[in-house]
């Protein structure tokens, strides 16, 4: 299991268990608190994650349900409903 960790290079989560804990943060999105997941990336890239949250229309127009969470990698975020339904937003 040791070389398999080694050979994915997780190096840029630092935490102990990295299947399971990762950075963390938080954004204001529609006056909620959602959890955002930094994944593989850090907070250079909330920036970008508001801009698509605000220009995205598309798939915005489409989440019926509040946000509950989200996983920001470089290029893109996923976005988790509460209801559970799971929407692709590019980054730019």
């Not at 598309?58 to 019926?64: A, D, P, R, S, Y």
């Not at 290029?75 to 590019?90: F, M, N, T």
Request: hydrophobic share 40%; net charge positive; aromatic share 8%.
């Amino acid at each position: 299991m040791g070389v398999l960790l080694d050979s994915l290079k997780l190096a840029s989560l630092n935490k102990v268990d990295r299947w399971v804990d990762f950075n963390k943060t938080n954004i204001q999105f529609n006056q909620e608190t959602v959890n955002v997941n930094l994944i593989g990336t850090d907070q250079k890239h909330i920036p970008s994650l508001l801009h698509a949250l605000k220009t995205n229309k598309l798939t915005l127009g489409n989440i019926q349900a509040p946000l509950k969470q989200v996983d920001l990698y470089n290029s893109e975020a996923i976005l988790y409903s509460e209801k559970g339904d799971k929407y692709r937003v590019p980054l730019f």
